[in-house]
């Protein structure tokens, strides 16, 4: 970059000003302001290089689930705002899993890799129900969590945090960075929970935009 200004102060002198070093006035111009848009809005873009990479995968959640609570549950599948959980789940190739109430089997064959999700629930068994229900005044989110994606084929893994959106609905999520083939990687992730699995769990579809930080 500080090439190109140098080089277009050189030829702004008085007595350059030739149609050549018009053109090369206008050609740096368009190179700075190129150069300028691509790091102010990188994951927008959707093509994938060395510095970006873009992609969606299904994740259906499974077992085993472990749950904290502050106070007493009125059955295995009730919580409350501020328990903590610590649940499992597996990875497919996005278009894998329908939406809505499905037979999906979260320990179905095909899976590209291990889920991990840790979180605080911020609602409560009712507002779930309600999300499920597609009730308008549902909460829209289910919980605070941090979320491990990690690749069968060579174990790399993401970690994303934010809210983890309830039932049917979707949010966008922080990618703080990961390792193996991520190791330089951050961005975010929209996740959109598409419906539940033949467990009660849920399913969610996830958008990754990575960016390499160095």
Known sequence: ?????????????????SKKNRVAVAAAALTSFTLAAALIS???????????????????????????SGKPLKSDDD??????????????????????????????????????????????LAGFLQAVADNKHAPPDLAFATEMYTLLTDKSTLLTDGTWPNAHLSGDRA????????????G???EENIGENVKGF?????????????
């Open 1 to 17: 970059m500080n090439k190109t200004i140098k080089s277009m102060r050189d030829v702004a002198r008085p007595g350059n000003w």
């Open 42 to 68: 990188p994951l927008k873009m959707k093509a994938n290089n060395d510095d970006l990479r873009t992609f969606t995968v299904d994740v259906a959640l499974g077992l085993p689930v472990y749950q904290l």
């Open 79 to 124: 919580f409350n705002p501020g328990d903590t959980f610590v649940e499992d789940g597996n990875i497919y190739p996005a278009g894998t899993i329908p939406k809505g109430k499905t037979n999906f089997d979260p320990n179905a064959p095909g899976a590209i890799g291990k889920y991990r999700v840790r979180g605080t629930f911020m609602t409560d």
């Open 175 to 186: 990618v703080l960075g990961g390792t193996g083939s991520f190791a330089e990687f951050v």
């Open 188 to 190: 975010e992730v929209h």
């Open 202 to 214: 849920c399913n969610f579809r996830v958008t990754f935009k990575l960016r390499r930080v160095n």
